[in-house]
T-cell receptor, first 113, second 112 residues
Framework: NAGVTQTPKFQVLKTGQSMTLQCAQDMNHEYMSWYRQDPGMGLRLIHYSVGAGITDQGEVPNGYNVSRSTTEDFPLRLLSAAPSQTSVYFC????????????FGSGTRLTVV | GESVGLHLPTLSVQEGDNSIINCAYSNSASDYFIWYKQESGKGPQFIIDIRSNMDKRQGQRVTVLLNKTVKHLSLQIAATQPGDSAVYFCAERGTSYDKVIFGPGTSLSVIP
């Protein structure tokens, strides 16, 4: 099925651990982004990419790293997990400059203890 | 800076009534606005969009109104149905062409 696939769906980390949240899309979208959603709040942009090899920071980039080596994949790395990074993480993709065409993944629920 | 906020965190409406969800934005340079619907446990889904050179746009049962003078937009849902129960977000594309910034969301509950 075409769409955005995020793995894992759930994850518990200890403070200080590192991990990578995976995001893959098969729609040949140039644009991919990562958002985090905290309870009762909207989505905040972490990092985004307008194409392979190009990434840029969003609103809340600290503590996260991204790379875009292929059009399909856009992994998000937590370098040293902190409790403040407990959140639900969404990956989204679209043709560049077309937010109406955003396709979101189903999310990764991360808890840092 | 760029920020988008909503006036009401929760809204309850009777089935069949019309719903109005409001949104305030602060960046007068934003050129494009989008409404998303998020059902429990799912990612947001696009509902309708509007460009800054328009003040109204209609879709199927939904209408978005944009008032640039007071930096306000609203989403109107006609004949609200139980399936409309969800959290609704407005979002804006700000000074960076590819950055889309979301507001905090309004939870809509439809009473049967």
């Amino acid at each position: 099925n075409a769409g955005v696939t995020q793995t894992p769906k759930f994850q518990v980390l200890k403070t200080g651990q590192s991990m990578t949240l995976q995001c893959a899309q098969d729609m040949n979208h140039e644009y991919m982004s990562w958002y985090r959603q905290d309870p009762g709040m909207g989505l905040r942009l972490i990092h985004y990419s307008v194409g392979a090899g190009i990434t840029d920071q969003g609103e809340v980039p600290n503590g996260y790293n991204v790379s875009r080596s292929t059009t399909e994949d856009f992994p998000l790395r937590l370098l040293s997990a902190a409790p403040s990074q407990t959140s639900v993480y969404f990956c989204a993709s679209s043709y560049s400059g077309t937010p109406y065409g955003y396709t979101f993944g189903s999310g990764t629920r991360l808890t840092v203890v | 800076g760029e920020s988008v906020g909503l006036h009401l965190p929760t809204l309850s409406v009777q089935e069949g009534d019309n719903s109005i969800i409001n949104c305030a934005y602060s960046n007068s340079a934003s050129d494009y606005f989008i409404w998303y619907k998020q059902e429990s446990g799912k990612g947001p889904q696009f509902i309708i969009d509007i460009r800054s050179n328009m003040d109204k746009r209609q879709g199927q049962r939904v209408t978005v109104l944009l008032n640039k003078t007071v930096k306000h937009l609203s989403l109107q849902i006609a004949a609200t149905q139980p399936g409309d129960s969800a959290v609704y977000f407005c979002a804006e594309r700000g000074t960076s062409y590819d950055k889309v910034i979301f507001g905090p969301g309004t939870s809509l509950s439809v009473i049967p």
